[in-house]
């Protein structure tokens, strides 16, 4: 039978594969009051389930595993301590996002995806990666946020399952790339807050919303 950690190590190589994300970024899931996260000096695309490490919730102690933890695990532990609704927390450096972001792109909805699949939204200024004032911004933002963009760093995708912060991850950067193609070749179209709406009142896009949960 497979464990969250093997589903954890499947995700973390989509992500590499999809997103170019293979140096940079992180991704961790929660099983009860244990974090399983990725450890330092491996890449995503080069885990195996033994490889993870666990992590105690509410003390931040490792648990379990034979590796140290990624540097930036505070930021995970952050997130889940702040939503217990979060079982999935991915950090990636994808470069379309981060060159967005970094530029002061606002993303607003321009296809479905974005806006079923995505979220709240929201962006937070830099702060030097794994310090106490990043923790402060994110612990905040995830409160009221589902894809959390930090400004010259990257992205986190929160999800109630492991595939949902993969279909954020994946709809953000298509995201960028979009917004990119448009400001290239005219001026970007987004939906008014009345087309918004009008998707969310699609049947099938309550079905999917309703699934893609209870996954």
């Known amino acids: 039978m497979k464990s969250i950690r093997d589903d954890l190590v499947q995700y973390g190589a989509r992500v590499s594969k999809s ?7 992180n991704i961790s899931a929660r099983e009860g009051n244990t974090v399983w996260i990725q450890p330092e000096n ?3 695309n080069e885990l195996q389930p033994a490889d993870l490490c666990a992590l105690d919730l509410k003390s931040g102690r490792r648990i379990g595993g034979k590796r140290l933890p990624s540097y930036e695990f505070k930021m995970h532990l952050a997130v889940y301590r702040a939503r217990p609704d979060v079982v999935a927390v991915y950090h990636t450096h994808s470069p379309w996002v981060v060159g967005a972001v970094s530029a002061g792109k ?25 310090s106490a004032s990043l923790l402060s911004k994110i612990s905040s933002a995830s409160k009221k946020y589902d894809t959390i963009f930090m400004v010259n760093h990257g992205m986190l995708a929160l999800g ?19 917004l990119f193609a448009a400001s290239v070749a005219g001026k970007p179209r987004f ?12 049947d099938a896009v309550k079905h999917r919303t309703k699934m893609m949960e209870r996954k």
């Open 160 to 178: 109630v399952n492991l595939k949902q912060a993969y279909f954020r991850c994946a709809v953000v950067e298509d995201a960028a790339k979009s």
């Open 42 to 44: 491996l890449e995503m």
């Open 191 to 202: 939906f008014s807050r009345k087309q918004v709406d009008e998707i969310l009142s699609l």
């Open 106 to 130: 606002v993303f607003k909805p321009m296809f479905a995806e974005f806006v079923n699949d995505l979220g709240r939204a929201g962006t937070v200024p830099y702060a030097p990666p794994a």
């Open 19 to 25: 997103l170019g994300a293979v140096a940079g970024g």
